[in-house]
């Protein structure tokens, strides 16, 4: 019988590392530590060996199409199915970077948003029945903060909280905010002062689609939920954030093992600490 397979992407440091300790200590299977160098994969991999964790790595960059497409191969060849996908891998756009806004937007989008729809496009047809994928988003994914200009920001975030919003509408309104920030107006267009908000956002809107898929798929069970993990002490948050890497684990890893047969919980979002957190109309929490 063929193991169990659990894939954390992006997960040589940051959260991504403490969602690996995490699940090598609770998840039934192989836990696959992935990412886009492989010196420092393999390294992450010998620092868990040391605490007594003993993960599978595998290379897997999501701003490459060939990357992604290898690894699917891999899982399909070797084991022929996929139990656990955290989508944690991603890149921040940082206020003080050089690159004009419209670069950034064009690089933060395609790999955090369109990097991860990759992804799940080529390990989905791998998913096995009961398998749960998560999004590790961000307070900033809520869908409060497309908090441009009015009335175009309610507008934007009407589309994008429909019940009815399919993939190809999500991926024309992502690609029109990289136009927008190209041509210099998004902010009139009502879209926030950030990608980084932009690619999370989308993440979580890309749940409650991928869930209503998942509700029609015949493999029973599909489950797909985004999260943000807490304000974390990392490089992504410029080590400004309070929490360890190991509370940030806590809401990817409760959604990554969630239980057979659930009926909540299905293209949700939840907050750090596993508060359930209405995406669409809030309020979130003031705290991180």
Request: charged share 20%; with cysteine; glycine share 8%.
């Amino acid at each position: 019988m063929a193991p169990r397979i659990c894939v954390v992407t992006g997960a040589n440091k940051g959260i991504g590392y403490g969602i690996m300790k995490e699940l090598c200590q609770k998840f039934d299977g192989l836990v696959y530590l992935t990412a886009r160098n492989e010196e420092r994969g393999k390294a992450a991999v010998a620092e868990l060996n040391k605490l007594g964790y003993f993960p599978r790595f595998h290379l897997l960059d999501i701003d490459s199409e060939d990357s992604i497409n290898t690894f699917a191969e891999y899982l399909k060849k070797t084991y022929n199915g996929l139990d656990v996908l955290v989508n944690n891998a991603a890149i921040s756009d940082q206020r003080t970077a050089a690159e004009p806004f419209g670069e950034q937007a064009e690089n933060t989008i395609r790999v955090n948003y369109f990097g991860t729809l990759n992804v799940c496009r080529a390990l989905f047809p791998l998913l096995r029945p009961h398998a749960r994928v998560v999004h590790v988003s961000s307070s900033f994914g809520h869908l409060s903060y497309i908090n441009g200009d009015e009335p175009q920001a309610s507008s934007l975030r009407s589309k994008l909280g429909s019940p009815t919003l399919t993939e190809e509408e999500l991926n024309a309104i992502i690609n029109d905010f990289v136009r927008a920030a190209k041509a210099g107006t998004w902010k009139e267009e009502g879209w926030p002062e950030r990608s980084y908000f932009v690619s999370k956002v989308g993440m979580c809107a890309l749940a409650r689609i991928q869930q209503r898929a998942f509700d029609q798929d015949p493999r029973p069970d599909l489950v797909v939920n985004s999260c943000h993990p807490g304000y974390v002490d990392t490089d992504m948050s410029l080590h400004l954030g309070p929490a360890t890497i190991e509370e940030g684990a806590v809401s990817p890893c409760y959604l990554a093992l969630l239980p057979n047969n659930i009926k909540d919980l299905r293209g949700a979002y939840i907050w750090s600490k596993k508060q359930v957190i209405d995406w669409v109309h809030g309020p979130i929490p003031d705290t991180q």
